[in-house]
């Protein structure tokens, strides 16, 4: 590692333990997994899974096999799955015992019958319309001879309690459990945790609640945020009343200002959208973003304070419910795009 970089994400492994401790105790007899796929919402994926085993936590989530191989072997008596499945060319890391892949259609099926079966799991689609076999592929006997772990299904509308989507796909998972033999049922995400007992079935599989997002009011209060972060000031400098400030000169300084310029920007997934409503903090004080957030600079606005100087940090607000609304980004976004750039230290 050079030597430090100027922005850095801050990452709380409390937070973190005590996001999945809530979660586990939500999900009442059900084991709590964790979805760590895309480096675990972008913010380190071997950290995380260290100290959710730590804390008890048995089934980890990755997407693909590329992931489960990062990642590598698991401490003992934890389970990897990979949610894609199985390809062809990905057998080999199956067969090596390296992860348990959810088999999410027809094919996949076949193949891993084909091989010889082994442990597998089973992803039905109960209405997302995304991954999974069907009803009626069940129905056919599909499954027959298979040596499933879990049957799971993926909420399409989970963050809508009220989205009759919800009873719909309850329901006719439940069907499905009393005809598929399996050691685990498993349906629940993180909003659907919040959404009562009977989606909890044997095992939940949360990601975006152990990261700070809040997807449902039941979690406001009881989640923290995961990540923190911060960028140094590059250079502090004053704009006379009628200056223009960033790229299309959309700020217009009415008086005199003060003015940082921080070490982030879009491609840091500080994102565009955060231009003139984003603030950046610092001893309780916060400092408005001020015209557009531009690919590594973002410029906010210091005349409050006139004691923060040229390489001073600010916390750059990053509540991740707050930065949606703001930035109209969702919540999972914001996290996955946070980029490579940052400094990452677990605290
Ligand atoms: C990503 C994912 C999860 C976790 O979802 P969150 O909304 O982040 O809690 C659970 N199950 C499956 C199949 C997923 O793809």
Redesign the pocket.
Known sequence: MIASLPSRLILDRSALVENWRWLSRVSGKAACGA?V?ADGYGLGAAEIVSALSDAGCRDF?VATWAEALALGRLPDGAMLSV?HGVRDNEMMFARAGLAVPVLNSAAQVARWKAAGGGLCHV?VDTGMTRLGVSAADIASGLLDGLMIDTL?S?MACADEPDHPMNAKQLSLFQSLCAVVDACRYSLA???AICLGGEYSFDLT?????LYG?I?SEKAEGHIRQVARLEAEILQIRTAQAGETIGYNATYTADADMRIAILNIGYADGYRRGFSSVGQAMADNQSFPVIGRVSMDLTAVDVTAVPNINEGDWLAVDYDLKRASEQSGISQ?ELLTGLGRRYQRQWI
């Open positions: 979805a796929k989530f949610l992803m799971m993926h995400n993180s909003a599989r949360p990601g975006i609640a997002g997807q999972y």
